[in-house]
């Protein structure tokens, strides 16, 4: 099993930046996919980016303008970073992750979910 622990969500002003960190702890040794997703209120839960294990990186055109992604498998922490925030980006964010048998081939596919960590942007 994985833990993931989201940090640095909070309030921040228009225009500012923002960077939220995701730990992965426990038996880590088959994630592959880390990523995070969002939900604003009333909306449906998106993806903002994901990272491989190899670095291969995915972020949808929506999201390229303001967001990037990174990850460290050393510390096995992935981090979003947010640049230039609008309100509309204010949403819970969730780091997810997954183990895949890319990994190794002992490793059995299986999602997991961060508790999420709000981020509100004001205008």
């Known amino acids: 099993q994985v833990q993931l622990t989201e940090s640095g969500g909070g309030f921040v002003e228009a225009g500012d930046s923002l960077r939220l960190s995701c730990a992965a702890s426990?038996?880590?040794?088959?994630?592959?996919?880390m990523g995070w997703y969002r939900q604003a209120p009333g909306k449906e839960r998106e993806l903002v980016a994901a990272?491989?294990?190899?670095?291969?990186?995915y972020v949808p055109d929506s999201m390229k303008a303001r967001f990037t992604i990174s990850r460290d498998n050393a510390t096995n922490t992935v981090y979003l970073q947010g640049n230039k925030m609008q309100p509309e980006d204010t949403a819970v964010y969730y780091c997810?992750?997954?183990?895949?048998?890319?990994?190794?081939?002992?490793?059995?596919?299986?999602?997991?979910w961060g508790q999420g960590t709000q981020v509100t942007v004001s205008s």
């Open positions: 997810t992750a997954d183990d895949h048998p890319t990994r190794s081939t002992r490793c059995i596919r299986h999602d997991y």
């Open positions: 426990g038996d880590t040794s088959c994630l592959s996919t």
């Open positions: 990272i491989l294990y190899d670095g291969t990186k």
